[in-house]
C-alpha cells in the first residue's frame, strides 16, 4: 500500500500521490471491477489511478482521462501524477486537503508541487500559491497550464491541519501555522483564565499555544516535557498498546522545574484521552502539585472520513463525555477547550472556508450510509 500508486496505460506509466480519502471507495471499486482492472493494493489511490488508465485507453489524452476519472470520485484528494508527457496536481473540489507550487531558480525555471510550503523551502524553492479547490495544473516543458475541472468548487480546507496536522513552519492563509497557533493560545487564556505558576506546552504543536497562553495570561512560560525525537506521533498508532508505549517513550518530565508548582498544560487536542492522562500522571509523578490542562481547539466528537485516521466515534472521549466528566478521567484539576468560535475566527479568514467536521459533525461531503454506520454512532450523529 505504499505511494505512488501506478497504472499501466496506452500512454505510458502514470505515478499518483494522494493525500487524503474518498468515501465512495465501495462504488468505484465496482465500477473498476467492471472495467476489468486488477488491483495491487487495497487503497483509494490506486482506484483513482487505476480510473485515469482506464480513461486513457478508451482513446482519450491525459488531461480529459484525467479530469473524467476526476468526476468519478467522492472525497477528499489532492494528487500529484506524474505522466510521460507532464506532471499534474490536482484538488477536490473542496479543496479539504493543501497543495502548493513553488518555483526552483534554474535555467529554465522548474515547477514544484509539493503539500506543505516547508518542503519548498527544504530545496530552495519559493512558494508561488496554492493549487485551487477544483483545480488541475499541468506542468510540461513548456511551463504551467491551469484548468478549473469542477464547476462548483467550495473551499473546505481542513482546520486540523492549522492546528495540528500541518508543519508550524508552513505558510497557510498568509502567516506561518506557528502564528497562528499562537493566536489560539491568545484566544484560549482569554476565555478561559487559569491562576497558576508556569505554562507548558505539550511538544511539539502544542508549544506555540502554549507560548500564545502565556502572552497574554502573564504566567512565565517553561518547558516541562522534552521529547524524544526518534517517536513517531502517537495518536494514530493502530492499537492501545503500542499508542501508550509511544507515549512512554515519546515524553519525559522535568522534574527540578515542575516540582512545587501549578502548571497550565496546553495541547492541541484531546482525542481518546490516553495520551493526556499519561501526561498528566507524568506531570503530578514530577512533582507537579496542580495541573490544569487547556486545549487550543474544540472537543473533537466527530471522525474524519476525508484522510485522518482517527478512530469510530464510540472512541473519542468528548463524543461520550462532559468536560467535567474528561477532566475527572484525565486526572487534571481543571480542564477548558478553545471555543469553536475562537478555533475559527482566529484563522483571520471566513469561517464558512473551513471543515471543522470533527468538532461539529457537520460534513461537507455527503458520507454514505454504509461508511457512516462503520464510524459513527449514528444516533447522535449530524450529517
Known amino acids: 500500500n505504499a505511494q505512488p500508486a501506478t497504472a499501466d496505460t496506452r500512454l505510458g506509466q502514470l505515478a499518483l500521490t494522494h493525500n487524503g480519502n474518498l468515501v465512495n471507495t465501495t462504488e468505484l471499486r465496482q465500477e473498476l471491477i467492471k472495467r476489468k482492472c486488477e488491483f495491487a493494493t487495497t487503497t483509494d489511490s490506486e482506484m483513482i489511478a487505476l480510473a485515469i488508465a482506464t480513461e486513457v485507453n478508451k482513446g482519450k489524452g491525459w488531461l480529459e482521462a484525467a479530469i ?5 470520485c467522492k472525497g477528499a484528494f489532492s494528487l500529484t501524477i506524474a505522466t510521460p508527457a507532464g506532471v499534474m496536481g490536482v484538488r477536490d473540489p473542496h479543496g479539504v486537503r493543501p497543495l502548493v507550487i513553488g518555483l526552483l531558480d534554474t535555467k529554465p525555471n522548474r515547477y514544484v508541487l509539493a503539500s506543505e510550503t516547508c518542503a519548498l523551502d527544504i530545496i530552495g524553492a519559493e512558494y508561488l500559491r496554492d493549487v485551487e479547490p477544483g483545480e488541475l495544473v499541468w506542468i510540461t516543458e513548456e511551463g504551467m497550464a491551469s484548468f478549473h475541472w469542477s464547476q462548483k468548487p467550495q473551499r473546505k480546507l481542513c482546520v486540523f491541519e492549522m492546528i495540528y496536522f500541518g508543519r508550524p513552519d508552513s505558510i497557510m ?7 497562528y497557533r499562537m493566536r489560539i493560545g491568545r484566544v484560549l487564556a482569554a476565555e478561559s483564565p487559569i491562576n497558576a505558576d508556569m505554562v507548558i506546552g505539550v511538544p511539539d504543536s502544542g508549544i506555540p499555544a502554549a507560548i500564545g497562553f502565556s502572552q497574554v495570561s502573564g504566567i512565565p512560560y517553561a518547558e516541562g516535557l522534552i521529547k524524544n525525537r526518534y517517536v513517531g506521533r502517537t495518536f494514530i498508532q493502530p492499537t492501545q498498546h503500542m499508542r501508550e508505549s509511544g ?7 522535568l522534574k527540578d522545574v515542575l516540582e512545587g508548582k501549578r502548571v497550565i498544560m496546553v495541547d492541541d487536542s ?26 487550543s481547539s474544540a472537543p473533537v466528537t466527530h471522525p474524519c472520513f476525508y484522510g485522518i485516521d482517527t478512530d469510530n466515534q464510540d472512541q473519542l472521549i468528548a463524543a461520550r463525555k462532559s468536560v467535567e466528566e474528561i477532566a475527572e478521567q484525565i486526572g487534571v484539576d481543571t480542564l477548558a477547550y478553545l471555543s469553536w468560535d475562537g478555533m475559527l475566527k482566529a484563522t483571520g479568514e471566513n469561517p464558512e472556508t473551513f471543515c471543522s467536521a470533527c468538532f461539529t459533525g457537520d460534513y461537507p461531503i455527503s458520507i454514505p450510509e454504509n461508511v457512516k454506520r462503520s464510524k459513527l454512532m449514528l444516533e447522535t450523529a449530524v450529517c
Not at 68 to 72: K, P, V, W
Not at 247 to 253: D, E, F, G, S, V
Not at 270 to 295: F, Q
Open 247 to 253: 507515549i512512554r517513550m515519546k515524553l519525559n518530565p
Open 270 to 295: 484531546i482525542v481518546r484521552g490516553t495520551t493526556s492522562k499519561k501526561i498528566v500522571k507524568a506531570l503530578r509523578d514530577a512533582g507537579a502539585v496542580e495541573v490544569h490542562m487547556r486545549v
Open 68 to 72: 473524467s476519472a476526476f468526476h468519478l
Open 173 to 179: 492563509e498568509g502567516h506561518t501555522l506557528y502564528n
